[in-house]
């Protein structure tokens, strides 16, 4: 009872006129420059941090909880609308999203992402508020082994549940541990493939490798296909930011599952909401294929929103709590705030709350107000940012490029940058045009840096004893499941071959590619792409249909 009486004491602080219309300004803020292709929460937060020092500590940290949660919608924003998600969080989101978005159906998903963050986020914010003593000793249960264990389950979970083809998905999580390795190993200070420029020295930023497998790699891909596919020219707005009965329905199960994955990965120090994001999404796909959801990889399926939404706005509440009771950021997004409050004077931890209890319940109040504010602002905004896509198609993807040429810019000032973003494109393009699914690639990317330094540091506290990364509970059970994983998926992959030779012995009817109608281009070249993001989820039936629906079968359950 001692929270909620704290708690009511920050709602007390909190709910004035001039910190609500601080709230107001930072969701609105927060979502404007989150929109932005090439930008993101985490730039929100940074472009935004200058404007705060002005305000009194209370009015600052209100305006934060706005700017923090508003930032992360405007990331789902863009990528359901231009399949630019600004953050990597929003990538798993804006599979199925961009699909609904040219579907006709942008506002419902907008609507979707909306209340799905709003219910990630109050259910998190409120485990934060009650059950935070219990998430700390969760956290305390990760030493580096643990966290290496988590990344290799990541890795190899993601790249077969995302992908239609076991091998097509880990030669794209090569391609992102390639990437990752560009840059100086921080252990030993060894420059690896900078090919002797120096402004490769700090790696390729996350932002550029997103920006140009999503975004500029789409305008290729879509500029390719273009006169060849007509139908893709149309792009519909139709439809209302209102969730119907039946949408509900549908949405909460995933929402709530959702959430699930996000509360845990908020207290853990392994690459933000990327990983519960793409395991939200992945279940999600496993679930469709079980229930013969034909949306879903097709027209766009309001699960596949609903689950990676409230996903990252699950972790994105613990990781909050994580930096005010251990002083631990999570995320990017979170280490910028962790600047925010040492530039006041303070610093997060076990001793925040009796120094400066008062503002810390505050924040958390104003983290559930701003909750609220920013459902109900979208909601009503959502039709208008799917106005968006009555713009022209090319003065639309030609808006994208350039907006994500000057994002990548106003990063570093660097044209190099500019160079490896058109580098990655192109491989964006290739990697579309071949049906190799990008999302291993971002995954990999994002913590592959992370089980390289974990992986050492295990050995070298170990003195190179191996046997350490499977010394604990934690490990045996992730790689115990990952084991029985791949063992089930090789035996139903052997399964459905026969199954295949079978039919096609039998003369059902089926194409040599074992289509059930249709054909597809030279190569398995698709004919209808069902979006910009379908390479990027590799789960969408793009190719032959008979083809997709066999080779799905193969992926490796979680």
């Known amino acids: ?57 209370t009015a600052a940290f209100i305006m934060f909880a706005g700017v923090y949660f508003g930032g992360l919608f405007g990331d789902s924003t863009a990528g359901i609308l231009l399949n630019t998600p600004g953050n990597s969080a929003a990538i798993a989101g804006s599979f199925e999203g961009h699909r609904m978005a040219k579907d006709g159906r942008a506002a419902k998903a907008l609507a979707t992402a909306a209340v799905g963050a709003f219910v990630g986020g109050l259910i998190a914010t409120t485990l934060v508020v009650f059950f935070a003593p ?55 200070g060894t420059v690896r493939y900078t090919l002797g420029m120096p402004q490769l020295f700090d790696g390729i930023s996350i932002v550029v490798i997103t920006v140009g497998l999503l975004a500029l790699g789409e305008v290729l891909h879509i500029a390719g296909r273009i006169h060849r596919d007509p139908a893709m020219e149309r792009i519909g707005t139709n439809g209302r930011a209102r969730l119907e009965r039946t949408d509900v329905r549908k949405a909460l199960p995933a929402w709530l599952r959702g959430t699930a994955f996000g509360v845990p990965f908020g207290i853990i120090p392994a690459g933000g909401a990327e990983v519960p994001t793409f395991l939200a999404y992945g ?17 766009g399926s309001i699960r596949g929103v609903a689950a990676p939404e409230a996903a990252g706005n699950a972790t994105a509440g613990t990781a909050m709590g994580a930096l005010l009771a251990l002083g631990l950021p999570t995320s990017a997004t979170a280490a910028i705030m962790l600047a925010a409050f040492q530039q006041y004077g303070m610093q997060p931890g076990p001793l925040l709350f ?34 968006l896509l009555l713009i022209p198609r090319h003065y639309l993807y030609a808006g994208i490029t350039v907006l994500s040429m000057l994002g990548v810019y106003a990063i570093s000032s660097s044209t190099l940058d500019l160079w490896v973003l058109l580098v990655i494109g192109l491989l964006g393009f290739v990697m579309r045009r071949y049906q190799f699914p990008l999302a291993p690639v971002l995954i990999a990317v994002v913590l592959g840096p992370l089980a390289e330094t974990e992986l050492r540091r295990a050995l070298t506290v170990s003195e190179g004893d191996v046997s350490v990364l499977v010394s604990s509970p934690v490990t045996v059970i992730l790689y115990s499941v990952l084991v029985l994983a791949l063992v089930v998926s090789a035996l139903q992959h052997l399964r459905h071959r026969r199954q295949k030779s079978a039919a096609a012995l039998g003369g059902t009817g089926e194409g040599p590619d074992g289509g059930s109608g249709g054909s597809g281009g030279s190569g398995g070249e698709p004919v209808a792409p069902s979006g910009p993001t379908g390479s990027t989820a590799a789960a969408d039936a793009s190719g032959p249909s008979g083809t997709a629906r066999e080779t799905e079968k193969m992926g490796t359950r979680l």
């Open 1 to 57: 009872m001692d929270q909620l009486n704290l708690l009511l004491e920050g709602f007390g602080s909190a709910l004035t006129p001039i910190n609500l219309l601080w709230v107001l300004i930072g969701a609105l803020l927060g979502t404007a420059v989150g929109v932005l292709p090439g930008l993101g929460s985490s730039m929100a937060v940074a472009l935004l941090l200058p404007i705060t020092f002005t305000l009194d500590p």
């Open 134 to 188: 219990l998430l700390v000793k969760m956290a305390t249960a990760f030493g580096p082994a643990e966290y290496f264990a988590l990344a290799v389950f990541a890795f190899l979970a993601i790249s077969s549940v995302v992908s239609e083809s076991v091998v097509k998905g880990l030669g794209a999580l090569g391609i992102g541990l390639v990437l990752a390795m560009v840059g100086v190993d921080g252990p030993s």
């Open 283 to 299: 279940t999600e796909k496993r679930l469709a294929k079980r229930r013969g959801d034909k949306e879903f990889g097709s027209t």
């Open 354 to 387: 009796e120094r400066s209890g008062e503002l810390v319940w505050t924040l958390l109040a104003s983290l559930f107000i701003g909750l609220v504010v920013l459902v109900i602002l979208n909601m009503q905004f959502a039709v208008v940012w799917a106005k």
